[in-house]
Nanobody, 117 residues
């Protein structure tokens, strides 16, 4: 089992920025990717960005150009820099780390709340 640790959520005004982090022990050595999701109240969970073990990223259109994911291999951590935040970005943000030769093992962080007003 891999225990993920997330941090960085909070309450900000529209237009401001936040940086989330997701630490997955062992990710740099054995991980396949880390994905960020968000879920607003009353809505289904939404995928927003995936970061591969090589640091490559793929973004959902809703966040492209505003959010940037980056990988720090020395810390087994992926950061999600969120700029120009909008009220519609308000949600619980969660990360998922994938491991295994077929990336079949997935572990979730505890989630961190982002509120934009």
């Amino acid at each position: 089992h891999v225990q993920l640790v997330e941090s960085g959520g909070g309450s900000v005004q529209a237009g401001e920025s936040l940086r989330l982090s997701c630490t997955a022990p062992g990710f740099s050595a054995n991980g396949c990717g880390i994905d960020w999701f968000r879920q607003a109240a009353g809505k289904p969970r939404q995928w927003i960005v995936s970061t591969g073990a090589d640091g490559s990223t793929v973004y959902a259109d809703s966040v492209k150009g505003r959010f940037t994911a980056s990988k720090d291999k020395d810390k087994d951590t992926v950061y999600l820099e969120m700029n120009s935040l909008k009220p519609e970005d308000t949600a619980m943000y969660s990360c998922q780390a994938r491991f295994g030769t077929s990336c079949q093992r997935a572990y979730w962080g505890q989630g961190t709340q982002v509120t934009v007003s």
